[in-house]
């Protein structure tokens, strides 16, 4: 990994431990922020191949309608592995590819782009940044924030972070680590002098 003079960040971390949090405070200090959960959630509603697949592997169930049902979705991947296997097989060269393309584009913009990705580190994206940046919350902090932003039973939750790599081999994979245990203010100010030291290096 090498810093470029338009360094790309790979930000990722467990379900529910600041990502989006810490992506939009990046974004007003000014970085580009790719969003690849939602380049993936943009495939699974439009009406191309991806959908296509998906439901031919998943069956109708998954349906509304004509619509794809994301929750329904989660709630089979999250409780088989070899069905979350599956699905990432159908999307994840999908995503990389046009996250690929989009990182390729804003290089030659020169801001600093954030690539904020869930399984940045399972799918193995690595290569697609210079630095990998983690966010950390205690489980008991991601239960009580995710039970109260999603509705989701103590259970389920527990189900996603059991389906990904544990926080301790996110933080042992990163260069730089939010923990977001405090408040959205020290996140913050943290943030800030991390962007700051970011800046003085290119
Ligand atoms: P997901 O994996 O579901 O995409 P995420 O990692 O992007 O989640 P966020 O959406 O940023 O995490 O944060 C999860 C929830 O916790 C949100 O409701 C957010 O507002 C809240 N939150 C994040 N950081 C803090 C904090 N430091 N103090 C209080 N609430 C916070």
Redesign the pocket.
Known sequence: MQVTSTPVIGLT?G???????VARILKRLGAAVIDA?GVGHDLLSSRGEVRQEVVLSFGKDILVGEDIDRQRLARIVFHDSQAREKLNHIMHPRIYSIVEDEIRRLRETKVVVVLEA?LLLEAGWEELVDEVWV?YASEDKVVA??S??DNLSPQDIRARLSSQLSPEEKVNKAQVVVN?D???LE?EEEVRGLWRRLNKRR
């Open positions: 971390g379900i529910g431990s600041g990502k989006t949090t959960d869930a966010t924030r995710l109260q932003r977001t405090r408040s959205l996140v």
